[in-house]
């Protein structure tokens, strides 16, 4: 009885040491101590040991690890930037359905930080966009947008315009307003040109002036109260849970999050 008892504690005891080993286990460990040591959290802030760490983890093959390594290959944070190995980490974490690498994969492309190349970046971005990824539907808007498939790019930028991205909802509002790739709706377009332009992006002011002209005080006032409305539930403080704040987020090609902010973008 006690052998069989000792054998028991024996096999709970190699069990647990077994995960405790296991990659997986300590790819995500290794890559929660790197943000911490980013943050300054339980430990004092070291960036080298933070790259360090998240190094380890994405080599363990862990698909946030590998993404965040891309980032900081492509903005050179203490590293040498080098947006040949941004893309190959960026390409590890999309292989495993991470959405956030897969737009920023798509970025790259499209940004020519590599040589230029439309269908890889429609490629990830499309990945990014079927996830439900925001900016991946947008960037994917764009790339539609420069190759005249208005149909797809009003489907992308309309997408992404209901997740809160200020860029999406100008693009989406012009669509609507010159009625391509959507039948036109003046004063569709002008609720959501406002809502862009209410969330920061000034750029949609030059339409809103030319179509309150064009729709007269009473539909533009009914125009209004329905942006009013869209913007309790298409904002980005409402619907990014945490995927929104970095410097560039509403650049027209928007910069890459940091590592701490890509855990709330997934």
Do not use: H, K, P, S
């Given at each position: 009885m006690r052998r069989a008892f000792s054998l028991l504690v024996f096999l709970a005891l190699f069990s647990a040491s077994a995960f405790s080993q296991t990659p997986g286990v300590n790819a995500q460990r290794?890559?929660?101590k790197g943000l911490d040591s980013l943050a300054g959290i339980g430990v004092s802030q070291n960036d080298l040991n933070a790259i360090d760490y998240i190094h380890r983890s994405a080599d363990l093959g862990y698909a946030p690890a590998q993404t965040a390594m891309g980032y900081f290959y492509e903005t050179g944070f203490r590293v040498s930037a080098d947006p040949n190995a941004a893309a190959e980490w960026y390409k590890k974490g999309a292989r495993q359905?991470?959405?956030?690498g897969s737009w920023l994969l798509g970025r790259l492309y499209y940004t020519a930080a590599l040589p230029r190349d439309l269908d890889a970046a429609e490629t990830a971005l499309k990945r990014s966009a079927d996830q439900g990824d925001p900016f991946g539907a947008y960037l994917l808007g764009l790339v539609k947008l420069e190759r005249?498939?208005?149909?797809?790019?009003?489907?992308?930028?309309r997408k992404a315009a209901m997740q809160g991205i200020p860029l999406a909802q100008q693009h989406w509002g012009e669509l609507l307003k010159d009625g391509k790739g959507v039948d036109a709706d003046k004063a569709q377009a002008y609720t959501w040109l406002l809502v862009s332009y209410d969330a920061g992006n000034l750029k949609a002011g030059n339409d809103l002036t030319a179509l309150e002209a064009a729709l007269g005080s009473t539909q533009a006032d009914a125009a209004k109260a329905k942006a009013r409305e869209l913007?309790?539930?298409?904002?980005?403080a409402v619907v990014a849970r945490?995927?929104?704040g970095w410097p560039g987020e509403l650049d027209a090609v928007p910069t890459p999050p940091p590592p701490d902010i890509q855990r709330f973008c997934r």
């Open positions: 290794l890559f929660e359905d991470d959405r956030v005249n498939d208005y149909i797809t790019a009003a489907t992308m930028f913007e309790q539930t298409v904002t980005r945490g995927c929104t």
